[in-house]
T-cell receptor, first 111, second 116 residues
Framework: GQQVMQIPQYQHVQEGEDFTTYCNSS?????IQWYKQRPGGHPVFLIQ?????EVKKQKRLTFQFGEAKKNSSLHITATQTTDVGTYFC???????????FGDGTTLTVKP | DTGVSQNPRHKITKRGQNVTFRCDPI?????LYWYRQTLGQGPEFLTY????????KSRLLSDRFSAERPKGSFSTLEIQRTEQGDSAMYLC??????????????FGPGTRLTVL
């Protein structure tokens, strides 16, 4: 079955440093979504990417969908303590009925 | 407030007992998902419905787990003969489906199950 892998599993940064998490699928995707889960909270939708090579920005967050539609990345510029949490990608494989979540990257930010 | 509600929020039970959780999705959402999440892991898919039809159930899911969505609105997840390994957060999410891709999932706050 489809596998969605995220790296790294954990990332510790100093406030102000940049952060990137990568998501890789074993199969071609129709779309990919990114979610953020704060400690003690539930996943909250951030963005969806559909087109090959698509790049979307939300303030300090940049999301990218690979040309082959098998990988994606989330980059945060100049992290802040409010960025703390676990970032999940969820990919919908072509002809699949539902998306598959990765195991997430947990970001901690030291002030 | 995402609009998805789950009850109860916490459940403590003894091994061997049955438990039932309820999820009320956002009213116009035709898709409803159940996930299980343990510390340090992503949401593990359990099952999902489109309206009242259960379209897929995880192959890893024991026969002790069953879910229903009788009228295409709320859903229940029942675990029979609970085991300590069932202790986890059970998340419900709802969404709409566009042709060719999934729309964003709105998650509820979850039900935390502890099996003693």
């Amino acid at each position: 079955g489809q596998q969605v892998m995220q790296i790294p599993q954990y990332q510790h940064v100093q406030e102000g440093e940049d952060f990137t998490t990568y998501c890789n699928s074993s199969t071609t995707l129709s779309n990919i979504q990114w979610y953020k889960q704060r400690p003690g909270g539930h996943p909250v939708f951030l963005i969806q990417l559909v087109k090959s090579g698509e790049v979307k920005k939300q303030k300090r967050l940049t999301f990218q969908f690979g040309e082959a539609k098998k990988n994606s990345s989330l980059h945060i510029t100049a992290t802040q303590t409010t960025d703390v949490g676990t970032y999940f990608c969820a990919g919908l494989a072509t002809n699949a009925g539902k998306s598959t979540f990765g195991d997430g990257t947990t970001l901690t930010v030291k002030p | 407030d995402t609009g998805v509600s789950q009850n109860p929020r916490h459940k403590i039970t003894k091994r061997g007992q049955n438990v039932t959780f309820r999820c009320d999705p956002i009213s116009e959402h035709n898709r409803l998902y159940w996930y299980r999440q343990t510390l340090g892991q992503g949401p593990e898919f359990l099952t999902y419905f489109q309206n009242e039809a259960q379209l897929e159930k995880s192959r890893l899911l024991s026969d002790r787990f069953s879910a229903e969505r009788p009228k295409g609105s709320f859903s229940t997840l029942e675990i029979q003969r609970t085991e300590q390994g069932d202790s986890a957060m059970y998340l419900c999410a709802s969404s709409t489906r566009s042709y060719g891709w999934d729309n964003e999932q709105f998650f509820g706050p979850g039900t935390r199950l502890t099996v003693l």
